[in-house]
């Protein structure tokens, strides 16, 4: 069976909110020695971007929407338990996210991979006030913070907390890391609010985490804001 239309049979267990049968699907995917990792990639990301996406374009009632995030988190949470642990990487990462469900997901998936991966993590969801959230970042130092952002609406708060990490110096030597929808429906969009890395999916954001960890934004590229910075200057 393909990837695709197993996603789709999935999907259709979630937004009917037929737990037994979504679970039997991912069973499916477990006798097969699919491991979880996979699986998050795979199966529960693809399927979290399609309810989405049929959601932002009116295509699906609120209660299909409700019926496939609950079970979707359950799903996940229960995955967590099968991820592997790689040893410690003895880094500190913290993950926000928006505050909407799909942007909790998202960035839960993403801090369960990290993890797996070797990372300290902390998650602190969505909803948090950016003074918390700086107050946060300056106490705790970590070594990469994780902005997850899955709708337009999103952006501003993200934008703002990289603007305000900027311009205050907090913990400077931190590199910031964006993910999510918002970001994969707009080319170009993570450079120009001065993000050092960016992925499309979790499992692709932890190997650029891996990969690049000295990476940073270059001078000339962030751009959004710059304006209204040196206006404010002046």
């Given amino acids: 069976m393909s990837q695709q239309v197993l996603v789709e049979r999935f ?6 909110g037929d737990r037994h049968a ?4 991912v069973d499916e995917c477990l006798q ?3 491991p979880a990792t996979a699986i ?10 399609m309810i989405e ?3 932002r374009q009116d295509q699906l009632t609120k209660l299909a929407h409700h019926f496939a995030t609950r079970l979707l988190r ?3 949470d229960q995955m967590q338990l099968r991820l592997e642990s790689a040893e410690s990487r003895g880094k500190q990462v913290l993950v926000l996210c928006g505050p909407s469900e799909p942007d909790e997901l998202q960035g839960q998936m993403a801090a369960d991979l990290l ?12 909803g948090v006030a950016n003074d918390e ?9 970590p070594d990469v913070l994780v902005l997850f952002g899955s709708t337009p609406p999103d952006l501003p708060y993200i934008r703002q907390i990289i603007d305000e990490l900027h311009d205050l110096g907090v913990c400077p030597n931190m590199q910031i890391v964006v993910g999510g929808g918002v970001f994969n429906r707009a080319e170009g969009l993570a450079e120009e609010i001065g993000a050092d890395l960016w992925a499309k999916t979790p499992t692709e954001l932890v190997g650029a985490m891996d990969a690049e960890p000295q990476r940073r934004m270059s001078g000339d590229q962030r751009t959004v804001g710059r304006r209204r910075r040196q206006t404010r200057a002046a």
């Fill in 11 to 16: 999907f259709e267990t979630l937004i009917s």
């Fill in 115 to 126: 993890e797996a991966d070797g990372y300290s993590v902390y998650f602190a969801g969505g």
């Fill in 40 to 49: 998050i990639e795979k199966l529960f990301w693809p399927a979290l971007d």
């Fill in 133 to 141: 959230i700086l107050a946060q970042v300056g106490e705790l130092e």
């Fill in 32 to 34: 097969a020695d699919a």
């Fill in 22 to 25: 979504a679970r039997q699907i």
């Fill in 53 to 55: 996406k049929l959601y």
């Fill in 74 to 76: 359950m799903l996940t």
